[in-house]
């Protein structure tokens, strides 16, 4: 995070204010958020909370993302914060989709207009949230696979929401009802989740995506990098029976180059069903080494590396 938002944070907790967000349609299902030097952005799209589903849920004992209702006809908006206030500064319509994870966003001026480029792992609806449900991990079924990485430019000065790569990916026209949105509009036609960066580049303009795979019918079968300037899979890591788990990258200390560094995961073997801490080198995304655990640790999502271990964790 940068100083301003370092700054935002302390006097939000100093002052315990609390910032009210008015919805048309109810709150939204909000996963994460991107940040760049002035702003916050997030994504309200159009899965709400509903009350007659939340009435339905707790009489039947449903889960409780049943409580909340997928209005795809509705516009996904992003809602601009200001780091300086936390007011609310824009809320612009974009598509309809569905995400858990920003990658990365940045400021930039396109035609002497300020512009925010936001990168999403997207969906084209809410599906995936019944796949991740406990009875269907334990029978490694995953039938719609993993996100697609979706740029949108959000123009603040007109307050519209563009996506230059949209139609990229070129399909046959017999093709056409077979392919999601979020492929045909992908940067990169690869399926993806859990996608992290250099840290040291979060709300700056950045080149590289490290992410598990996650293709159809499968969990996550392996690590991807992506360089977004040739807009290719520039490393690929796999091995037989294994799943792999959130790639983290660890800059090299002082390092200027954005993929100087390694990446770190806990890698599970289906098979023996023993645990492996994974370090690839970020550049070549070639194996430096793996340690096995002495205990099992089975298929996750989220990790985090600390360089120093606090007295008072």
């Not at 958020?33 to 509903?50: C, K, N, R």
């Not at 396109?110 to 009875?135: G, M, P, S």
């Not at 709300?203 to 040739?230: E, H, M, S, W």
């Amino acid at each position: 995070m940068n100083k301003r938002g370092k700054k935002y944070n302390k006097l939000i907790k100093s002052k315990t204010k609390s910032y009210r967000y008015t919805y048309d349609h109810g709150a939204s299902y909000m996963h994460s958020a991107s940040i760049t030097e002035d702003y916050l952005i997030l994504s309200e799209i159009p899965l709400h909370f509903s009350l007659t589903n939340s009435i339905l849920t707790v009489l039947s004992g449903g889960l409780f993302t049943d409580m909340f209702k997928w209005n795809g006809s509705l516009p996904t908006y992003f809602r601009i914060i200001s780091l300086d206030n936390g007011e609310e500064l824009a809320r612009i319509p974009g598509p309809a989709f569905f995400t858990f994870h920003h990658i990365n966003a940045y400021q930039t001026k396109i035609n002497n207009q300020d512009h925010i480029i936001i990168d999403i792992c997207a969906y084209d609806d809410h599906r995936v949230i019944k796949e991740l449900c406990l009875n269907k991990l334990r029978q490694n079924t995953y039938p719609s696979g993993s996100g697609y990485v979706r740029r949108f430019h959000l123009n603040l000065n007109t307050k519209k929401c563009t996506e230059p790569y949209e139609n990229l990916q070129k399909i046959s026209d017999d093709q056409e009802q077979s392919y999601p949105i979020s492929y045909k509009n992908s940067l990169v036609p690869v399926q993806i989740e859990l996608p992290r960066i250099n840290p040291n580049f979060i709300g700056k303009l950045y080149r590289y995506i490290y992410a598990g795979r996650g293709a159809p019918n499968y969990n996550f079968d392996a690590l991807v990098k992506i360089d977004l300037q040739t807009q290719k899979i520039a490393g690929l890591w796999k091995e037989p029976c294994t799943s792999p788990s959130e790639p983290v990258f660890v800059p090299k200390p002082e390092s200027t180059e954005e993929d100087d560094g390694i990446i770190l995961t806990v890698v599970f073997e289906q098979q023996t069903k023993k645990s492996f801490i994974l370090i690839l080198d970020a550049a070549t995304f070639q194996e430096i080494t793996k340690t096995y655990l002495p205990i099992q640790i089975p298929f996750s999502f989220h990790g985090n590396f600390y360089p120093t271990i606090s007295s008072k964790v």
